[in-house]
């Protein structure tokens, strides 16, 4: 398994992946546009060819805001969401962000678990944050100064 700098070749498979994994996904230009901007973490897991799974983090000064993460779902469970998370944790480090916020469903409890074994600490509720369904968003935030992968 590779995880490597998302390419705009792989914009596709990464849109297929949304699309199956959420109710409001992102369109592939939505995908090109984030790759444009070039202090962005974006990422993918590729296996032979295959992407398998992708983060996208919005990089702005010292702060990154992680707005997509999936995994396709027939490689869900296995350790991919961490790895992702892991070697955003390395880039971010790298490029000097210090924290990295997200939301998440508050009914999530997967993502939020996993979002905590990653070094992710809770910091409050948005109230109403998603559509279809409409549910609570959990803030959860990361700071470089606990990065220990």
């Not at 999530?108 to 905590?116: M, Q, R, S, T, V």
Request: proline share 3%; net charge negative; aromatic share 8%.
């Amino acid at each position: 398994m590779l995880i490597r700098p998302m390419e705009p070749e792989d914009i596709e498979a990464v849109a297929a992946i949304e699309s199956q994994s959420f109710s409001m996904p992102w369109s592939q230009n939505g995908f090109m546009e984030a790759l444009k901007m070039e202090h962005n973490i974006i990422l993918v897991a590729d296996e032979d060819g295959e992407i398998l799974g992708y983060e996208c983090t919005y990089v702005s000064f010292e702060e990154g805001e992680l707005t997509n993460i999936a995994v396709k779902k027939e490689f869900r469970r296995s350790g991919i969401g961490q790895l992702l998370i892991r070697e955003l944790q390395k880039s971010a480090a790298s490029s000097g962000v210090e924290r990295i916020v997200l939301e998440a469903r508050e009914s999530n409890d997967a993502a939020i678990g996993l979002y905590e074994k990653m070094g992710f600490a809770k910091l409050g509720i948005r109230k109403n944050f998603y559509e279809k369904p409409v549910e609570n968003a959990v803030i959860l935030s990361y700071t470089a100064e606990d990065y220990r992968c």
